[in-house]
């Protein structure tokens, strides 16, 4: 059991979360090497396909990612303190991250109608793949923080324990760090 001792320095969370945590990045890495590779060798393909994008809706979506992770971060500090609000706080998280959720399902659908897909270049491929493995981990990260949600107003968690919450929260804030790479690297950067 993880005491809240705030003077006590540990790896938030389990340890098993962490090496999953440092696989899926890992994999995120290899994908964002071969995507800068691809782009330095078309970069006319890359550039002509992140006009087509909509970076308004990419940054609306940063914005609800961000904002689902500060209040996961308020939450998780509510709780190691005692204080009031984890839930609310967890389920508003839940409802910024459906921002992204929402936004992306548009984005793609835009996207689709519009006659781009997985085959139509190199840069799409990467786009569609890149964002769908994302949008996949955004899930699961809404999943955990409904069971967190949950467990919190069952009273399960109470501050003497942090691993379950902080363990969710991590992962939470994988899934946020690895936006704010995807973000600039597919609508920003040329």
Known sequence: MQTSDPTTRHLPGDLA????????????????????????????????GRQVLHPWTGLVNTIGLITASYLVAVAVHRLRHRQPGITLLLWGAIAASCIY?????????????????????????????????????VILGQIILVVLAVKVKRGDYDGDDMNGMESGA???????????????MLYVLA
């Open 101 to 137: 959720t929402f936004g992306k399902l548009w984005e793609y659908a835009d996207l689709y109608g519009n006659g781009y897909n997985l085959g139509t270049d190199t840069f799409f491929m990467f786009y569609f793949f890149l964002t769908f493995f994302h949008f996949m981990h």
């Open 17 to 48: 979360v962490w090496f999953f945590i440092f696989a899926e990045l890992a994999v995120f890495g290899i994908l964002f090497i071969g995507f800068g590779v691809a782009r330095s060798l078309d970069p006319e393909t890359f550039s002509a």
């Open 170 to 184: 991590s992962y939470w804030h994988m899934v946020d760090l690895v936006w704010l790479v995807l973000f600039p």
